[in-house]
C-alpha cells in the first residue's frame, strides 16, 4: 500500500490550527498529502458529512486522526472505502445509538463544570477556565489565545446518537490523556480497549495533547502507517 494520506479532524472549542505543531512534524518525516478539516461543530451529521466530502477528493489511502470530539466524527465519517485505519487522540469513540453525553455521565470529567451555553445554543469553555479546563499543561498565553479563539460547537452535536462505528471495521490506534479535565481517563481507557485499539499509549498530558505533546502524537501516527504497511 502506498504511504496514506493524513486528514485531521479537529474537536470542539477549536478548528483545523489545533493540529499547528502536529503537522509541521509530519511533514519532516516525509508525509507530503496532509489534510486538515474545518468542521462546523454544528451537528455530527454536518461534521461527518463535511470530513466524508474532503476523504472523498484524496486519492488513495486515508488515515483519519481524530481529536477529542473529532473521534466521534471520524467514527462516523470512516467507513468509506479508502480510510485504512483511525487514531484517536483523547477522543471519543461512541459506539452505535451512543452519544457523547453519555459517555460523559459514566465518568464524569471536572471541566464540564466550565461550559456555559449562551443564548444561541452554542456551547463556550468560559474563557476564565479555560486553561485549567481544556489545557492545564501550555504556557498561559497559550491557552490565553486558545479560549479568546475558541470555536463553541452547537449542544446538538454533544447529544446526538452516533451511527454505526468505523471502528468496528478498521484497525485503530488511541492516545489516553491521563491529566483529561474534559473526556476522564478512564473513560478514554474504556473506549480504546472496546474498539480493541492495536495502539494504546498514555500521556501524562491534559486534553489539548496534540499541542503540548505533538512528537509522540506524531509517533502513534507514524507507528500506525507502518502497522498498516
Not at 465519517?77 to 459506539?95: C, E, H, M, R, T
Not at 481544556?134 to 454533544?158: I, N, R
Request: hydrophobic residues 45%; proline residues 7%.
Amino acid at each position: 500500500m502506498s504511504r496514506p494520506a493524513i486528514l485531521m479532524v479537529h474537536g470542539f472549542w477549536g478548528g483545523a490550527a489545533h493540529w499547528a505543531k502536529v503537522i509541521p512534524q509530519l511533514r519532516r518525516r516525509g508525509y507530503d498529502t496532509l489534510h486538515a478539516v474545518e468542521n462546523p461543530l454544528t451537528s455530527l451529521a454536518d461534521d461527518a458529512a463535511r470530513t466524508q466530502q474532503m476523504i472523498k477528493q484524496i486519492d488513495g489511502p486515508v488515515l483519519l486522526v481524530g481529536h477529542s470530539y473529532g473521534g466521534a466524527v471520524i467514527t462516523e465519517a470512516g467507513d468509506l472505502p479508502n480510510v485504512v485505519g483511525l487514531v484517536y487522540v483523547a477522543a471519543f469513540a461512541p459506539d452505535k445509538g451512543e452519544s457523547l453525553a453519555a459517555i460523559g455521565e459514566v465518568a464524569p470529567a471536572p471541566g464540564g463544570a466550565n461550559i456555559a451555553p449562551d443564548s444561541d445554543g452554542y456551547l463556550w469553555i468560559r474563557q476564565d477556565k479555560f486553561h485549567e479546563s481544556f489545557c492545564q499543561d501550555l504556557p498561559e498565553e497559550e491557552a490565553l489565545v486558545m479560549a479568546v479563539t475558541q470555536k463553541a460547537p452547537q449542544g446538538a452535536a454533544y447529544v446526538a446518537p452516533a451511527g454505526e462505528p468505523a471502528w468496528r471495521n478498521k484497525p485503530t490506534w488511541y492516545q489516553v490523556s491521563t491529566q483529561d479535565r474534559m473526556i476522564a481517563p478512564d473513560n478514554q481507557r474504556r473506549m480504546a480497549a472496546r474498539m480493541n485499539a492495536r495502539k494504546v499509549i498514555e500521556l501524562d498530558a491534559a486534553h489539548a495533547s496534540l499541542a503540548s505533546q505533538p512528537l509522540p502524537i506524531v509517533d502513534l501516527i507514524d507507528e500506525a502507517v507502518r502497522d498498516l504497511g
